[in-house]
């Protein structure tokens, strides 16, 4: 598959219209019996979560995408696996389609205030991080997480496990699964970090990061198995959108199969 050559110095890829993104996603979980629990940021906008209601389930999963407003697959991912309604019988889902509304009609990475909220989970400034802290604190721990993203500068795919209680990962077949779709990413480091085969794993101690990104927050408040998910922004838009909706499938089916 051939890169796109389109990502110079930043990300100039297709656009989307997130108002349009989250109606769709809306009309897909309302028809499938989701509950809708706005979060008000201000008087201006609000976060959209959605809860799959199962009682008495065994497990409980947490995905959210859209933090970065140039970062189009991860809504659009959310958008398909509502639209497909697969999912396990017995995991209770939580689902934030979009956590930077605001960044989306900039094409930019930052909130309109101009906060890369993806830095702000340890000193709270941005209104967004703060209504959803307030909001992550009033529901139970998860027993994994998921953050749907893109890298405009990498050369394939690639996820980040954080994994300290030490679960049985789904890294490998994560990539195994994806790499049928998308190519992964070969880098030895990536963003800096030591990477090998596409799975990076970073040193969990909250002291090592002084901006923590969303998933260090659940790390320390309310999981201790995360994903964070990286799709190639510079290979077409319908291919990275596949590989985090693939990505996502391969951990509900794992987490479904297992115990
Ligand atoms: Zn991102």
């Known amino acids: 598959m ?12 297709e656009t989307i219209d997130i108002t349009a993104v989250l109606n769709d996603i809306e009309e897909a979980a309302r028809g499938s019996g989701w509950r809708f629990e706005p979060i008000p940021v201000t008087p201006r906008f609000e976060l959209h979560t959605w809860r799959r209601q199962i009682s008495g389930a065994a497990k409980r999963l947490y995905i959210s995408a859209g933090i970065h407003g140039d970062e189009p697959a991860g809504p659009l ?7 497909e309604n697969q999912w396990p ?8 389609p979009c956590l930077n509304p605001t960044g989306f009609p900039l094409n930019r990475r930052e909130s309109a205030d101009g ?3 993806n830095r702000q989970y340890l000193h709270l400034e941005a209104a967004e991080t703060r209504a959803h802290i307030e909001w992550l604190k009033q529901q139970p721990r998860f027993d994994l997480t998921l953050c749907l993203h893109e890298d405009w500068e990498s050369h394939g795919f690639y996820l980040y496990e954080l994994n300290p ?4 990962s789904h890294a490998a077949k994560i990539i195994q699964r994806v790499a ?3 190519p992964i990413d070969p880098s030895a480091e990536i963003e800096g970090r030591v990477a090998s085969g596409g799975i990076i ?12 990104p969303e998933a260090f927050w659940l790390l320390q408040n309310k999981t201790r198995h995360s994903y964070t998910l990286e799709a190639p922004s510079d290979f077409p838009l319908a291919t990275r959108v596949a590989a985090l909706e693939t990505a996502v499938r391969t951990v509900l089916e794992g987490e479904e199969a297992r115990d």
């Open 2 to 13: 051939q890169r796109l050559g389109k990502n110079v110095g930043g990300y100039h890829g």
């Open 77 to 83: 991912a959310a958008r398909q696996l509502m639209r």
């Open 89 to 96: 019988v017995d995991v209770e889902i939580w689902l934030c």
């Open 115 to 117: 906060f890369d909220l």
């Open 165 to 168: 209680g030490e679960r049985p």
């Open 180 to 182: 049928t779709i998308c």
């Open 201 to 212: 794993r970073p040193n969990p101690d909250p002291v090592s990061r002084p901006h923590w």
